[in-house]
């Protein structure tokens, strides 16, 4: 994996605006969404995925060709793998103008947020950030939602 391509990635992904919009009536039910499935497309195919395809709702589908060379014992017969996401952000908060941060070498103390110094994160209250000392933590600015909600 090259972390630096993941980064670098999903930075660009938490730009777009995707916010969900439940009274649309249709799918996707944001411009951003569809936009968002046609980067993530173009990124996949660079990644050697191959039979892309977005469809009318803005499912994105592809499929990753085996690496197990045609000699190993199991060629042929591992079965395909499919991963599945969506594309939206909550509805309760604006997807437009996020301001990605990252956190280098996480310390376990409290992360705040330079733009909105009321919030913080703590581990006590998220007690799975200790897990992460020592990693790379991707947060907002405090302002919006990092392009994400589960």
Do not use: W
């Amino acid at each position: 994996m090259n972390r630096d391509r993941i980064v670098s990635n999903f930075l660009k992904y938490t730009t777009i605006d995707t916010q969900a919009k439940n009274d649309a009536g249709i799918t996707p039910s944001s411009p951003g969404q569809l936009e968002l499935a046609k980067i993530v497309a173009s990124d996949l195919k660079d990644a050697g995925y191959q039979e892309i395809e977005i469809d009318a709702l803005g499912f994105l589908f592809g499929t990753l060709p085996s690496n197990l060379p045609s000699s190993h014992p199991a060629a042929g017969k591992v079965p395909t793998l499919g991963f599945m996401g969506h594309l939206d952000t909550a509805t309760e908060v604006s997807g437009k103008n996020v301001k990605a941060r990252l956190i280098e070498n996480y310390d376990g103390r409290e992360i705040a947020y330079p733009a909105n110094p009321s919030l913080k994160l703590t581990p006590e209250m998220s007690p799975v950030l200790k897990a992460y000392v020592g990693h790379t933590i991707i947060t907002s600015d405090g302002t919006t939602l990092l392009g994400a909600d589960d």
